[in-house]
């Protein structure tokens, strides 16, 4: 009887510390805070924290670093004094590596939080938002405003000068020599890519490698401000083509 009675005595303890423990950690405890977390939204660049103040003059501070071998870097803060109800602070992300956000009551470390003032602690590698794509133009449109092809002229050099892209541009294939338009068309295609490239968009390395050999096998004869003629040779003019033209169109700015 006394070893159940010893038994019966520990078990008791054991659901009386399960018991407190749970109440410890329960929401009436954390309703004793002066403010909790609720949530977080975050873009490519920044997160932001809403929270809830349960006592006016609550001071929260919101932090996102990366954890390295030498500790935390590119630290931020965020804090502030803050009345009762829902509240925010934000605080810069670097996009493509993981961030420790974490948000706590008082003020701007040191001294840094712990478990008792820790209100939430995250991790969030946000993906980078790729650079906006530059739209491009076609041959056409340089053609009919020579004031865009002025504009882009920098990505002209060092194939053509200005003078001769607009000769190419406006040039004609039904006042050249039968057989010549293929080449003239190519010749043009060059020209829009330099411009569009000009412009800011990024060829790729076939477009810039056929960009090359075109220019290297298109023979261009200038009369004044004409363009005579235009023959090639050693190239595939079709397939250089080919591989140019869609640079210009696939994002046509319209």
Excluded: W
Aim: hydrophobic share 40%; proline share 6%.
């Amino acid at each position: 009887m006394k070893k159940r009675g010893i038994a019966l005595a520990l078990t008791s303890a054991v659901v009386l510390l399960a018991a407190i423990a749970a109440v410890a950690g329960s929401p009436a405890r954390a309703a004793g805070l002066c403010a909790l977390y609720t949530s977080e939204t975050h873009t490519s660049s920044s997160v932001t924290v809403t929270f809830h103040v349960n006592t006016a003059g609550c001071q929260v501070t919101l932090t996102s670093y990366q954890s390295t071998i030498n500790g935390r870097t590119n630290e931020k803060f965020a804090s502030g004094v803050f009345g009762v109800g829902d509240q925010t602070l934000t605080v810069p992300l670097t996009c493509g590596t993981d961030n420790q956000v974490d948000l706590f009551l008082g003020p701007v470390p040191p001294p840094y939080p712990d478990a008792s003032t820790d209100l939430q602690a995250l991790s969030i590698t946000p993906e980078c938002t790729p650079p906006p794509s530059v739209c491009t133009f076609t041959k056409g449109y340089y053609k009919n405003h020579s004031a865009a092809v002025t504009l882009y002229q920098a990505g002209l050099a060092p194939y053509f000068t200005l003078n001769q892209a607009l000769a190419i541009l406006a040039a004609s294939p039904s006042k050249l020599a039968a057989g010549q338009g293929g080449a003239l068309n190519l010749a043009q295609q060059v020209v829009t890519a330099l411009l569009n490239k000009g412009k800011g968009a990024t060829p790729s390395s076939a477009v810039t490698s056929a960009i090359a050999s075109a220019v290297a096998g298109l023979n261009i004869v200038y009369t004044g401000n004409n363009v005579t003629s235009v023959t090639s040779s050693g190239i595939d003019v079709g397939g250089l083509t080919s591989i140019i033209e869609p640079f210009n169109s696939k994002t046509d700015c319209g």
